[in-house]
């Protein structure tokens, strides 16, 4: 069982940049492939940006291309997004999640976290 927890969201403006952190429990966080996914208000939940166990591959949504970036720290059991250059559009609830080898789509079983609310005024 891998339990995750978000942190790092609030309330920015656009231009303005936030780190979101997401910590696991357990030995096994490293083995796993891990991803970040959003969901604003009446949208659809949508892939922002996965990495490899070994942190030697990510993966990102080309809505997030060139101002996201994703990393992990796995002697820590967390997995980081850095998001530079908010726009208005990037206001959703943040989730972490583990992610399958594609990093784009969850695992099967998928593990969440509890959400982390990013909100980017004009």
């Known amino acids: 069982q891998v339990q995750l927890v978000e942190s790092g969201g609030g309330l920015v403006q656009a231009g303005d940049s936030l780190r979101l952190s997401c910590v696991a429990s357990?030995?096994?966080?490293?083995?796993?492939?891990m991803g970040w996914f959003r969901q604003a208000p009446g949208k659809e939940r949508e892939f922002v940006a996965g990495i490899t166990w070994s942190g030697g591959s990510s993966s990102y949504a080309d809505s997030v291309k060139g101002r996201f970036a994703i990393s992990r720290e796995n002697a820590k059991n967390t997995v980081y997004l850095q998001m530079n250059s908010l726009k208005p559009e990037d206001t959703a609830v943040y989730y972490c999640?583990?992610?399958?080898?594609?990093?784009?789509?969850?695992?099967?079983?998928?593990?969440w976290g509890q959400g982390t609310q990013v909100t980017v005024s004009s």
């Open positions: 357990g030995r096994a966080f490293r083995y796993y492939a």
């Open positions: 999640a583990t992610v399958g080898g594609s990093l784009n789509k969850v695992s099967i079983p998928a593990y």
